[in-house]
């Protein structure tokens, strides 16, 4: 079995992210709007699980209104304001953060008319496309500069105004350590926010010591089967280099826990994202 970015970083990331209480989720029977990504099955259950007052019909139309907003050309600050709203109907439920449903998948295909991208993870919040992270295998620095070639140009480009108004965080990884003698982003883990231009990567450094042992979770083994079949996988499955790379202190596993276990995902949301750039 040849490793590369998909056996080294992305599926033991995938089953980290799990292990952070996001719950595997097949593309194989699962239904969503290709207009915003947005899970919809997911997302009326979610809402209606967190807004209990509301009908099927009101739900309807709040989605109505989400994909509206979505067509902005306000790099998603209207999005934005739903998403964070505390009162009246939510879409996050931010008192009781664990009240939602968190999902994450891999290779959703991102497209209108005849362009598309698939990014390699993308997690969901009560079925609405919020992050997505894109992996490299280490020492690949050129896959790291051609990402910023290409995230530009995505962003740019019309035709996925909604898929970058939605997107609250980006992570870009090559699974290495940060090179602080580079003048570019071009080793380590990086983290971004939505632009329509030039996204800036940045860095991140943890200075809080996790107790890892409460934060994340075990993995059945019948789960990480299921991913691997799913993956086409299969084969990594005892090979020792893949049960290094599933271990949680790897550049990538770090930054998915500095970002996204539950409460610094809700703060993100709520405090450090899209307000960033209004």
């Not at 490299?136 to 070639?149: C, F, L, S, T, Y």
Request: charged content about 25%; glycine content about 2%.
């Amino acid at each position: 079995m040849a490793f590369n970015e998909n056996t080294r970083v992305k599926i033991p990331a995938i089953l980290h992210l799990c292990r952070l209480g996001y719950s595997y989720l097949s593309l194989k029977n699962a239904k969503w709007d290709e207009s915003t990504n947005i899970f919809t099955d997911i997302f009326k259950s979610s809402i209606a699980h967190i807004n209990p007052e509301l009908n099927e019909g009101d739900i309807k139309r709040l989605y109505d209104e989400v994909s509206l907003c979505l067509e902005n050309e306000d790099l998603g600050k209207s999005f934005y304001e739903k998403l964070t709203a505390r009162s009246g109907t939510r879409l996050i439920d931010f008192e009781n953060f664990d009240n939602n449903t968190f999902n994450v998948i891999t290779e959703l295909p991102y497209k209108k008319d005849d362009e598309e991208f698939r990014p390699d993870i993308i997690l969901l919040v009560n079925g609405m496309p919020l992050v997505f992270i894109e992996v490299k295998k280490p020492n690949n620095q050129d896959g790291i500069i051609a990402e910023h070639k290409r995230i530009e140009t995505r962003s740019q480009n019309k035709k996925f105004r909604k898929f970058v108004n939605i997107t609250q965080v980006m992570v870009f990884s090559n699974n290495m350590e940060y090179d602080d003698s580079s003048p570019q982003p071009i080793e380590g883990a990086f983290y971004a926010t939505s632009a329509y231009h030039k996204p800036s990567f940045n860095y991140f450094r943890e200075e809080d010591h996790f107790d890892l042992k409460s934060i994340l979770s075990e993995v059945s083994d019948e789960t990480e089967t299921l991913i691997l079949k799913d993956t086409n996988l299969v084969g990594i499955k005892n090979s020792p280099e893949f049960i290094t790379n599933k271990e949680p202190n790897t550049p990538t596993n770090r930054i998915c826990t500095s970002l996204f276990q539950r409460n610094r995902l809700s703060f993100l949301l709520q405090y450090t994202t899209n307000r960033l750039i209004f």
